[in-house]
């Protein structure tokens, strides 16, 4: 493994996640307070957002393939700054709007927590499975979701103390730092030799499971907090204090990742962390007792999040090196897409008496999502690793 090249790419992310902290909590008081829009109107920009990251996703994920590594990191990396950038030159509607769809500023996009990498994750994932073994992949892939998700508070904070030019300056300054910071990287020169997909089976099967995991989230994660204001009256100071619980035990649960893997196995760790939110989203609306309620809310982050880098590093084990862009891009854009697609369709439901089938809904999509993975990645399904054998 190539150590300085894997410090580069993690104090970049961590620089990237900083900016992007600092955008997520400065954007919606500029849009509601300095531009005066609707929610409606925040909430259709941040559904075109998450849209727009999907298909950049894909692109810069063609281009780690087909084009190189480090020069799809710098064009991907460089949107972000160039989106703060955008915000320094006037307050209106024409450029939040584009700054949004750049940057991937969205609730179920790029800055979902302002940690997840948005449209370079492809580029990145792909980087770490060139750099390491297929033992230690997890370790680092999980790592740097760690760190990511850290800046990324840490900018949150930051941000919520700053004037909004400080924090547009900051911001596109951490952005630019984030860029630079891949120059000196010394990464494998891997270009595939067509467009054509060798492993198009395996790229087809996660692609759908990662197109379910991305409806079952978007149909109740952000609805976790109105549920709350609707059921329970908590004040925005109390959610302010249980959402922090939930999102650092999510950050601090990925550091288990790697030991869950050896200890369960890829499909082993899907099925106990998936699996245990189809039950607890399915009784989360009825649960009615506040302290039941909040421990769901807290635990459920983290058990969606621990299979991540699991799932990722034995995704890129299954494909050849030159094919492990495009697999993350359109993983993501199917896991985002459909993200969208899902607040979409639950929205309607939590105005009136029906707020609970998009629970239940919940559970069926991700009942149905485990099932997939024991059929498409189980012993004798037809899919190996390119680098070990997937067990259960």
Known sequence: MKVGSMFYLNASRVCRSAAAGIIMIVYPYLMLKGLHVSVVFLGLIYTAAALATALLGVALGYATDLWGRKESLILGSILLPISSALLLFGINVPLTVAAALLGGISSTGSMAGG???????????????????????TVYISLLSFIGNLAASAGFVIGGFMTVEEAL????????????????????????SSFKLKHGGVVGKFSITGLLNGLSQGLVTPFLIPFFIVA?????????IYGTIGSLLATFTLLVAPRLERWLGFLGTVYVTRGATV??????????????????????????????????????GMVDADERG??????????????????????????????????????????FNVYLYRKFFRVGAGVKSREAHVQE
């Open 279 to 316: 039950l607890m989203m399915g009784v989360f609306p009825f649960v009615r007792v506040l302290w039941g309620s909040l421990l769901i809310y807290v635990l459920y982050p983290s058990l969606r999040v621990v299979s991540i880098p699991v799932t990722q590093s034995a995704m890129m």
């Open 232 to 240: 329970y009256d908590l004040s925005r100071s109390q959610m302010g």
């Open 115 to 137: 940690g997840v990498g948005g449209a370079v994750a492809p580029v990145q994932s792909s980087i770490i499975a060139d750099l390491t073994k297929r033992e230690e992949r």
């Open 326 to 367: 495009r697999i993350n891009g359109l993983n993501q854009s199917s896991r985002l897409g459909f993200s969208a697609l899902g607040t979409a369709v639950a929205t309607p439901f939590f105005d009136g008496s029906l707020l609970y089938l998009p629970f239940l809904a919940y559970s069926v999509t991700m009942a």
């Open 169 to 192: 300056y900051g911001a596109t300054v951490l952005g630019i730092l984030s860029v630079l910071l891949v120059l000196p990287m010394d990464l494998p020169k891997i270009r595939a």
